[in-house]
């Protein structure tokens, strides 16, 4: 009797042991998805052609320009929520792919930005990312700087093992003044790892979900912008950026 109160016991435990990590999964790893704005942003017209795969979305222009962008997501973000910030940029005539990211953490996949430019033999590029995914995007950069013309972080920074200060790499870090997920010693401190030519851009009035299309952002400081003119700002610094690039070569 006491063998199967014990043994009932030890269930018991497991099961509660497993709701609770239930809850936590259910907590923390629930992404934020894409808003209204962001859905319609994946339908194909205006002349960018907008594709899906498993791996990444596509948003094509008929008019190529130039330099691609490989965009990693922020973390816990679904893909799609950048749609809007990605058609600015196609619709100005340079190719833009979002990865996908497993469990939509960057840090699972580093290195999706390796089918693409191999998927796209023909295309140079710059790589980037919000947030976590501007940190593993410069980690992929530091190691694969021969495939790239650029990294450019949006709410981010790069840690050591992304270090870009010698590289040849071009750089473009763009930050909102209301961003309050950002923490700006550490912040500050990612410098260390950026070259001296790094052009830095303040959004003024720009939070840190605004870079997206997702809604609010826990912990994150109030915009007096809107979603809309953020990134229409971040664009045109993206788009100024990538035209110097030219500019340069």
């Known amino acids: 009797m006491r063998k199967s109160s014990t043994k009932r016991n030890v269930l018991i435990g497991i099961v509660l ?26 339908v194909s017209a205006g002349g960018v052609t907008v594709e899906q795969n498993d791996n990444w979305i596509s948003f094509e222009p008929s008019v190529a320009l130039g330099t691609a962008v490989i ?5 816990l973000v679904e893909a799609e929520a950048y749609a809007p910030l990605a058609r600015k940029v196609a ?6 792919y979002i990865a996908r990211m497993p469990l939509n953490l960057a840090v699972i996949k580093g290195n999706a930005a390796e089918e693409i430019i191999r998927v796209h033999p023909k295309q140079s590029f710059v790589l980037g990312g919000h947030s976590l995914g501007g940190v593993m995007a410069s980690r ?3 190691d694969h700087a021969d495939q790239l013309e650029g990294v450019f972080f949006l709410a981010s920074y790069p840690d050591e093992k992304g270090s870009l200060k010698d590289t040849t790499l071009s750089v ?7 961003d309050k997920v950002v923490d700006q010693e550490s912040y500050n401190e ?7 030519n790094t ?4 959004v003024n009035g720009g939070n840190h979900a605004q870079f997206g299309s997702y ?30 690039l030219r500019q340069s070569k």
């Open 172 to 178: 473009l870090s763009v930050l909102g003044t209301e």
């Open 215 to 244: 809604g609010p952002q826990k912990g994150d400081g109030t915009a007096t912008i809107t979603e809309e003119e953020q990134q229409t700002r971040t664009a045109r610094a993206l788009l100024d950026w990538i035209g110097n």
């Open 190 to 196: 990612g410098r260390a790892y950026l070259p001296g």
């Open 17 to 42: 042991i497993l709701l609770v990590a239930g809850v936590f999964i259910w907590k923390y790893l629930t992404p934020y998805q894409p808003a209204e704005r962001a859905e319609s942003a994946l």
């Open 199 to 202: 052009v830095y851009t303040p």
């Open 71 to 75: 965009f990693y997501p922020g973390a």
């Open 140 to 142: 992929f950069a530091a």
């Open 91 to 96: 619709a100005a005539g340079h190719p833009f």
